[in-house]
């Protein structure tokens, strides 16, 4: 008995590159429609294509930008709003003595976290500043608008510039002379609380025992136990203490010495301070760039002036300063801060 033969159209032939007259080419046949036909599978591009893909849409989409506060010494006009002075920590040192211990904390977010504005409140100062950062409006034209409700968070970075104060005396006394030429000893600490989803403005502050507050519990001593930045403490303290690491996710934890540039009279004589080889390194400037998410976020719809609702943009840098030589006595003030920064986006 003969075998069966098939005939197809031409076009079918065409297409398969086959004459399928016998069994054979006819399997081939219907093996490619299985994998290619309606009910097969269907064309999956592989990771590196994605990622190259990826790559470039990022390089040729439309970015935008979101300014953080300005706090540098600029000309004066808008967008400028000076630098931010050191201000002594209670609680830290001898009694008595009440800046052995000096510091600064800069929070990325539009306002302030309670626990941070509380901070303020108790000590009748600014101790913490406020860096917005990720603040959009909703509409279009300004840099800074999203049209949609998603965005997806290229960088983010903030530029911190220390200076030690220059200080000039004449005939001052020995113990002031002192203290202004001590070199300083800072601890920097960037941290950004653990929470399974980031909040409004002052959601993330409650000093509860799921979320990370720095006055209350910052640090865990030798014992154990959480302590914050307004508990009572040695100068030192503040410099060992380990980061809570069950409340908080360290992103840095940096110590430096800065030698104060200083010039004084004291009967006709000139003396000027310096640092290590006759040279005073008083000021330090380092660019750090904050985590930002993977996948694309999701803004407010029912405000103008929007900040992201499912993800943790608040992060807190402590600076923290001590003068070396002492026990705790000598002033530790006569630092600022200067710092600005931004965050790039594309809106979708």
């Given at each position: 008995?003969?075998?069966?033969?098939?005939?197809?159209?031409?076009?079918?032939?065409?297409?398969?590159?086959?004459?399928?007259t016998?069994?054979?080419?006819?399997?081939?046949?219907?093996?490619?429609?299985?994998?290619?036909?309606?009910k097969?599978?269907?064309y999956?591009?592989?990771?590196?294509?994605?990622?190259?893909?990826?790559?470039?849409?990022?390089?040729h989409?439309?970015?935008?930008?979101?300014?953080?506060?300005?706090?540098?010494?600029?000309?004066?006009a808008?967008?400028?709003?000076f630098?931010?002075?050191?201000?002594?920590?209670?609680?830290?040192?001898?009694?008595g003595?009440?800046?052995?211990?000096?510091?600064?904390?800069?929070?990325?977010?539009?306002t302030?976290?309670?626990?941070?504005?509380?901070?303020?409140?108790?000590?009748?100062?600014?101790?913490?500043?406020e860096m917005?950062?990720?603040?959009?409006?909703?509409?279009?034209?300004?840099?800074?608008?999203?049209?949609?409700?998603?965005?997806?968070?290229?960088?983010?970075?903030?530029?911190i510039?220390?200076?030690?104060?220059?200080?000039q005396s004449?005939?001052?006394?020995?113990?002031?002379l002192?203290?202004?030429?001590?070199?300083?000893?800072?601890?920097l600490?960037m941290?950004?609380?653990?929470?399974?989803?980031?909040?409004?403005?002052?959601?993330s502050?409650?000093?509860?025992?799921?979320?990370?507050?720095?006055?209350?519990?910052?640090?865990?001593?030798?014992?154990?136990?959480?302590k914050?930045?307004?508990?009572?403490m040695?100068v030192?303290d503040?410099?060992?203490?380990?980061?809570?690491?069950?409340k908080?996710?360290?992103?840095?934890?940096?110590?430096?010495?800065?030698?104060?540039n200083?010039?004084?009279?004291?009967?006709?004589?000139?003396?000027?301070?310096?640092?290590?080889?006759?040279i005073?390194k008083s000021?330090?400037f380092?660019?750090?760039?904050?985590p930002?998410?993977?996948?694309?976020?999701?803004?407010?719809?029912?405000?103008?002036?929007?900040?992201p609702?499912?993800?943790?943009?608040?992060?807190?840098?402590?600076?923290?300063?001590?003068?070396?030589?002492?026990?705790?006595n000598?002033?530790?003030?006569?630092?600022?801060?200067?710092?600005?920064?931004?965050?790039?986006?594309?809106?979708?």
């Open positions: 008995m003969p075998r069966r033969t098939f005939a197809l159209s031409k076009s079918t032939r065409a297409r398969l590159g086959v004459l399928p016998k069994y054979g080419p006819m399997r081939k046949y219907r093996k490619q429609r299985s994998k290619f036909g309606k097969g599978k269907k999956q591009p592989t990771l590196s294509f994605q990622k190259q893909m990826k790559l470039y849409e990022n390089q989409v439309e970015k935008k930008f979101i300014p953080m506060r300005n706090r540098t010494n600029g000309p004066g808008a967008g400028y709003e630098d931010c002075p050191a201000v002594a920590i209670p609680n830290a040192g001898l009694t003595a009440d800046d052995g211990l000096s510091g600064i904390i800069l929070q990325t977010g539009e302030l976290t309670n626990a941070n504005a509380a901070m303020n409140t108790t000590l009748g100062e600014d101790l913490c500043y917005a950062g990720y603040t959009v409006t909703r509409g279009t034209g300004a840099v800074s608008d999203i049209v949609g409700n998603y965005v997806n968070l290229s960088s983010s970075f903030i530029n510039n220390i200076n030690v104060d220059p200080y004449n005939n001052q006394a020995n113990a002031d002192l203290a202004a030429s001590l070199p300083r000893q800072f601890r600490i941290v950004k609380g653990k929470r399974n989803n980031s909040v409004a403005g002052g959601a502050t409650d000093q509860g025992s799921l979320t990370g507050a720095i006055q209350t519990n910052l640090f865990i001593d030798e014992i154990n136990q959480e914050g930045l307004l508990d009572p040695s030192q503040a410099f060992t203490w380990l980061i809570n690491k069950q908080f996710q360290v992103l840095k934890d940096e110590r430096f010495t800065l030698y104060p200083q010039q004084y009279t004291k009967t006709d004589a000139v003396n000027t301070a310096s640092g290590p080889n006759g005073a000021q330090r380092k660019k750090y760039y904050l930002v998410p993977k996948n694309k976020i999701k803004y407010d719809t029912e405000h103008t002036r929007i900040q609702l499912d993800f943790n943009y608040v992060v807190h840098t402590v600076i923290l300063c001590k003068s070396m030589g002492g026990s705790g000598p002033s530790s003030l006569g630092w600022n801060v200067q710092s600005n920064g931004g965050t790039s986006y594309t809106d979708f």
